[in-house]
């Protein structure tokens, strides 16, 4: 399984990301993919998830300002960040069935 992500980089507040998940390896259209995220000197977070059952689920934090979608064809999960907040900033990792993929760093400046 590798889950590979894209698309961190630097926003100035209330400007969008949108961070890609690519996942290889598993059967995509069954399983669970969660963004989670761990800002410095704090406890990892799980942001948002898109469920084999096709639901989503998202962290009171971010609800209303991310919007989390999967491309079939593409084997790819996406995160719609807008209107980001300083306190957004983190390091962005995606997973599934406890497998991670290499961080991504989102940083919301002031």
């Known amino acids: 399984v590798q889950l590979q992500a894209f698309g961190g980089g630097l926003v100035q507040a209330g400007g969008s990301l949108r961070l890609s998940c690519k996942a290889t390896?598993?059967?995509?259209?069954?399983?669970?993919i969660n963004w989670h995220r761990q800002a410095p000197g704090k406890q990892r977070e799980l942001v948002a998830n898109s469920t084999s059952g096709g639901s989503t689920n998202y962290a009171d934090s971010v609800k209303g300002r991310f919007t989390i979608s999967r491309d079939y064809a593409r084997r790819t999960v996406y995160l719609q960040m807008n209107s980001l907040k300083p306190e957004d900033t983190a390091v962005y990792y995606c997973e599934a069935r406890d497998f991670w993929g290499r961080g991504t760093q989102v940083t919301v400046s002031s």
């Open positions: 390896g598993l059967a995509f259209a069954y399983n669970t």
